[in-house]
């Protein structure tokens, strides 16, 4: 049996990794500014991380949510203290687009209206609900296909007010800060705007954080730095820091019946103590703090180079924009001087979503690469 096919993969097998750098078998090393896809969030093989997850397991690494389980109440609590989220009930899943479906869900539930106003170049996953807010019609199936979900500009306030004033939308789902979609973002005046739409007609606010939460732009969570209030909030990658997390956090004005969600895997007990030693490690190494600093330096030198146009994005999820198509100069950074970075939706941006540990000295490996190549 062979491996459905359904990724562009690169011929290289990483075997270890630790920190930000990633090795193959024959002792090759790779920079990886790339973060398995924004999940790394405390570096690779933490031993904080690693030691944890060992102690778990030799205790308990899985039972179901049919019985308690302390780890889920202690990792609820330390997240109300680290995100200051402190009206929330925290959902435990699997992944992100599980994470923004429930979210759905339970928009649906509560206001019981069926219209979903999502954003163009949004992602939200692969799911039904999750991939029907999604602005790609490449990956969506007839199954999928949800008329009720409306795209609009990000930025477009009258089409929204337009759009909500019909009382038919039970959310509207965004990206504070897009990520595959090009690292774009509104300014504040936007997003508080949305915020009082949505409390006017009656339509819930959805944060995905899937990306850009757990720290990865300086705030716990993008929408932080507009002063929102989501009434749900999804949340997963840098969340286990590569333990398959996801979670969402909803207001407690919002109920649901027993039952109406769940999951197998989700809340158990491997996941939650991935996740409490990720949100220690952000604390004891100020990983936040550092994602701002050493955020500001990467934008600044790569501001420098002329063949850079701009550099979009915040903290250590940011975007190098070109003005020619990007894949050579990614496979040239990746296969001729072992970096990684991640494409995006714009053929013409370079994402940067590295683990929040990234220092000085590993920026200037990239910017040494770029001055040979640029
Ligand atoms: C903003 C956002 N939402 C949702 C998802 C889906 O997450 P997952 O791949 O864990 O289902 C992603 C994945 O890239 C994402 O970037």
């Known amino acids: 049996m062979r491996m459905f096919d359904v990724y562009n993969v690169y011929p290289i097998a990483p075997y270890r990794a630790t920190n930000v750098y990633v090795y193959d078998e024959q002792g090759n090393e790779y920079l990886d500014l790339y973060g398995g896809h924004a999940v790394i969030s405390i570096g690779h093989s933490?031993?904080?991380?690693?030691?944890?997850?060992?102690?778990?397991?030799?205790?308990?690494?899985?039972?179901?949510?049919?019985?308690?389980?302390?780890?889920?109440?202690?990792?609820?609590?330390?997240?109300?203290?680290?995100?200051?989220?402190?009206?929330?009930?925290?959902?435990?899943?699997?992944?992100g687009a599980e994470a923004?479906?429930?979210?759905?869900?339970?928009?649906?539930?509560?206001?019981?209206?069926k219209k979903v106003l999502?954003?163009?170049?949004?992602?939200?996953?692969?799911?039904?609900?999750?991939?029907?807010?999604?602005?790609?019609?490449g990956i969506i199936s007839p199954l999928n296909a949800n008329h009720d979900?409306?795209?609009?500009?990000?930025?477009?306030?009258?089409?929204?007010?337009?759009?909500?004033?019909?009382r038919e939308c039970c959310a509207v789902i965004v990206e504070c800060l897009q990520g595959i979609g090009g690292l774009d973002e509104a300014d504040s005046e936007f997003y508080i705007q949305l915020d009082k739409l949505c409390n006017l007609y009656g339509t819930l606010l959805i944060a995905d954080e899937v990306q850009s939460g757990f720290g990865r732009t300086g705030e716990f969570f993008a929408f932080q730095k507009h002063g929102l209030n989501p009434h749900l909030i999804s949340m997963a990658k840098g969340m286990g820091n590569g333990f398959p997390v996801g979670g969402v956090l909803i207001h407690d004005t919002i109920d649901a019946k027993k039952g109406m969600l769940g999951t197998t895997f989700g809340g158990n007990h491997l996941a939650c103590a991935a996740s409490i030693a990720v949100l220690k490690v952000l604390e004891s190494e100020s990983l936040m703090d550092n994602a701002i600093s050493v955020g500001q330096y990467l934008k600044e030198q790569l501001s420098l180079f002329p063949a850079i146009k701009e550099v979009k994005g915040r903290g250590l999820m940011?975007?190098?924009?070109?003005?020619?198509?990007?894949?050579?100069?990614?496979?040239?950074?990746?296969?001729?001087?072992?970096?990684?970075?991640?494409?995006?939706n714009d053929p013409n941006l370079i994402r940067i979503l590295p683990p929040l540990t990234l220092q000085k000295k590993h920026v200037n490996e990239l910017l040494d690469a770029l001055n040979q190549l640029l």
């Open 46 to 95: 933490h031993p904080v991380y690693v030691q944890s997850l060992k102690a778990q397991l030799d205790k308990i690494g899985f039972y179901s949510n049919a019985v308690v389980n302390p780890l889920q109440e202690e990792l609820a609590k330390k997240l109300t203290e680290f995100s200051g989220c402190t009206d929330y009930k925290l959902f435990l899943c699997n992944s």
């Open 149 to 166: 979900v409306i795209h609009v500009q990000l930025g477009d306030l009258d089409s929204i007010e337009k759009i909500l004033k019909n």
């Open 318 to 344: 940011l975007g190098m924009k070109f003005d020619f198509k990007t894949t050579d100069l990614r496979k040239k950074l990746l296969f001729d001087h072992k970096i990684f970075t991640g494409s995006s």
């Open 100 to 113: 923004n479906e429930n979210a759905l869900k339970l928009a649906s539930f509560h206001t019981e209206r």
């Open 118 to 137: 999502a954003f163009k170049n949004g992602f939200h996953g692969r799911t039904s609900a999750a991939v029907a807010a999604t602005d790609n019609p």
